[in-house]
């Protein structure tokens, strides 16, 4: 059955240049994303559902992998601007909890969230609050795990393939996907309006090389098109991952991670994403 897209205009942004860290820690918390509907394809034309499952199973070098959905890794983020990198530490549970640590010479910067709410701590120590009203966690931070794709893959509410595209010189399938909740956990579609992600994968390898969503600033004045590329893919706890990741805000780059290791299914507690 034929269904109308609703695809959101275009949106220009010029984003200043950042250059203090807690800003572009800042950056990493413009997450909005907005629903689309899947229109007619063409015979032999992959389904955006089709494309994410062989992208799933292309990770699971192993079964064990098949439902990871937490993680920890460390690593170095280099800022655009700058010619130092800075060490970086992310522990993540889900898509709600995550907490984010960048060191530097002058102070460590941090974000903490849990189930929604946590707090943004500068190299100074003062902290801001986040809420579910100004944040909404994007489905894939910083690592797209097997768990989480096929998490979303089953709760998705509506799913597109929206053809093919090059990405740095190879074809990808290019599918976007929004995730539906209940009422109990989202009682004012706030989750469910911001979660469309679009994904970028490779059509011969399946693996994922770029993702996109667009983001709010925390006073919900102005949008962000925020991108994840991955590269350097390697084999690590049974999954095949990128250990190189880079951000785009408005076609700017922000910083670049490279991963130095990564532990799956690691024995989080609420304890660790409070601080």
Same mark, same amino acid.
């Given at each position: ?179 539906? %909740?209940? &009422? +109990?956990?989202?009682?004012? /579609?706030?989750?469910? *309006? ?5 994904? !970028?994968?490779? $059509? @011969? ?18 949008? %962000?098109? &925020? +991108?994840?590329?991955?590269? /350097?893919?390697?084999? *690590? ?5 990128? !250990?190189?990741? $880079? @951000? ?28």
């Amino acid at each position: 059955m034929k269904r109308n897209l609703q695809i959101p205009p275009d949106v220009s942004v010029v984003l200043p240049k950042r250059t203090i860290v807690s800003e572009i820690l800042g950056l990493l918390l413009l997450i909005l994303s907005v629903s689309v509907s899947s229109g007619a394809q063409n015979p032999g034309t992959p389904t955006a559902k089709e494309v994410m499952e062989k992208a799933i199973a292309k990770m699971c070098v192993d079964t064990s992998a098949q439902k990871v959905d937490t993680y920890s890794f460390s690593g170095t983020m280099q800022m655009a601007g700058s010619n130092d990198p800075n060490p970086i530490r992310v522990l993540s549970r889900g898509t709600a909890d995550i907490h984010i640590t960048i060191g530097m010479q002058e102070g460590a910067h941090s974000v903490a969230l849990l189930r929604g709410k946590g707090t943004v701590t500068n190299k100074s120590g003062k902290q801001s609050a986040l809420n579910a009203d100004t944040y909404t966690p994007p489905q894939i931070s910083f690592l797209p795990l097997p768990g989480i794709l096929a998490d979303l893959l089953s709760s998705a509410r509506e799913m597109a393939y929206l053809g093919m595209e090059n990405v740095d010189g190879r074809l990808t399938h290019h599918i976007a996907v929004s995730r539906g %909740y209940n &009422r +109990e956990k989202d009682p004012h /579609g706030i989750l469910s *309006s911001r979660s469309r992600t679009e994904f !970028f994968i490779d $059509s @011969e390898s399946f693996l994922i090389l770029k993702l996109r969503h667009l983001s709010f600033d925390p006073s919900r004045q102005k949008t %962000y098109q &925020r +991108e994840l590329l991955f590269s /350097g893919y390697k084999q *690590s706890d049974g999954a095949l991952l990128p !250990f190189t990741i $880079s @951000e785009t805000l408005v076609g700017q780059r922000t910083w670049t991670i490279s991963v130095q290791s990564i532990e799956l299914g690691p024995k989080l507690s609420d304890g660790d994403f409070e601080r």
